[in-house]
């Protein structure tokens, strides 16, 4: 299985990355780290990409990195998802309120409403 993970620098998206090399790992699938700039974020595409290298490289896991650009990361992780017929898109995100509902981040959002590749939110 190919799968596509999308890390924007939150720490949800990094708790992502880690059970996603997990999981890779114990299956054998291939993992492709798709790394953009969040405006909800404040950190940039460099910052994250370090932590991205330095997680895998602490894990011993090679996964290939790709850094998205544009303004719209939602729309750039689906095309590139269905381009390249990944399998499935996993995202890390929402957190629940305080009356206990989940709240999911604008690109998350987007990702799950508009992609027609399979999604995995992983909270």
Excluded: C, W
């Excluded at 629940?96 to 590749?117: A, M």
Aim: aromatic letters at 4%; proline letters at 2%.
């Amino acid at each position: 299985m190919d799968i596509l993970l999308g890390v924007g620098g939150s720490e949800l998206s990094y708790h992502a990355l880690e059970e996603t090399i997990d999981r890779t790992q114990a299956t054998g699938d291939s993992l492709t780290v798709a790394i953009f700039d969040n405006e909800e974020m404040n950190t940039d595409a460099d910052e994250v990409q370090d932590r991205v290298e330095e997680t895998l490289a602490e894990t011993e896991f090679e996964a290939t990195i790709r850094r998205l650009e544009g303004d719209s990361p939602g729309s750039e992780l689906i095309s590139l998802a269905e381009a390249e017929e990944f399998d499935r898109i996993v995202l890390g995100g929402g957190e629940r309120s305080t009356l206990g509902k989940i709240q999911l981040g604008s690109i998350v959002e987007f990702v799950l409403l508009n992609s027609k590749t399979p999604v995995t939110l992983i909270r």
